[in-house]
């Protein structure tokens, strides 16, 4: 059985540790078997949701998480609904705060400055009343031979129509369609890189034509694309996938 359908992030997560404590299955067994991180699972136990990449994840985590200690997730779904609305409701509490005392404004500056400003206004339209003195500029008409002669228009220049760019060679590009979706990177020596990619957005990393361990939340949201290699959509809607691309695959990776 689950624990209680009206749980806190922390409650939940307590059951959660007591679960796998019960079950004597240690916490990097359960990264290493469902390629989540290490951090990710500890956020989970300790309902640390605000580190969790969201609703759709976390409980996408949480069923391979029960899943590997024999447990039914059906079960402790409601105990996790019940969670994360407690933690949205605690976001979205704003402490008050005391008001802001009323500063009295002081009239006399302001009277005083306003009739600088009008006297200063009234001075330079008494100086443009006055008439100039001097002779005036005339003006050279000009010849009408030239004055018939329409202006030359420049001669527009060919369009072009804009060059298509094409993509850099050793570059990782990632693009998620309706869905948003979970993504993992790890190149080869280097370290892993992780992102929510918000639905219709892209990802581009340079990898160099080095090999790339990919691991996705949602494999039918995502488009994955290096080396010539387009998976289009890399996997099935809603599976966990993960897969190696370019390069030489580690022993056991999928290809």
Known sequence: MGPSAKSTPQEFGEALRKARSAAGVALESIAEHTKIQLRT?????AGNFARLPNRVFA??????????????PDEWLPAFESAWQ???????LVPAQPPVPIRKRRVGPWVVGLGLVAIGVASVLLMEKKPHDGPAAVLTPTPPAVAAVPPSE???????????????????????????????????GEKPMTRLLEAG?????????????LLLGDAGAATVEYMGEV?????APGAVVRFHIGGAPKPGAER
Do not use: D, N
């Open 231 to 235: 998976r289009r959509p890399a996997g």
């Open 154 to 188: 420049p001669t527009p220049a060919p369009t072009q129509p804009p060059a298509t760019p094409l993509p850099e060679p050793g570059v990782l590009t990632i693009r998620t369609g309706e869905a948003p979706c979970w993504v993992e990177i790890r190149i080869a």
């Open 86 to 92: 407690s933690y949205e409701e605690s976001r979205h």
């Open 41 to 45: 699972l500890s956020a989970l136990e």
């Open 201 to 213: 957005s892209t990802w581009e990393v340079g990898a160099g034509g080095k090999g790339i361990e």
């Open 59 to 72: 409980r996408m985590f949480l069923r391979q998480y029960l899943e590997l200690l024999g447990r039914v």
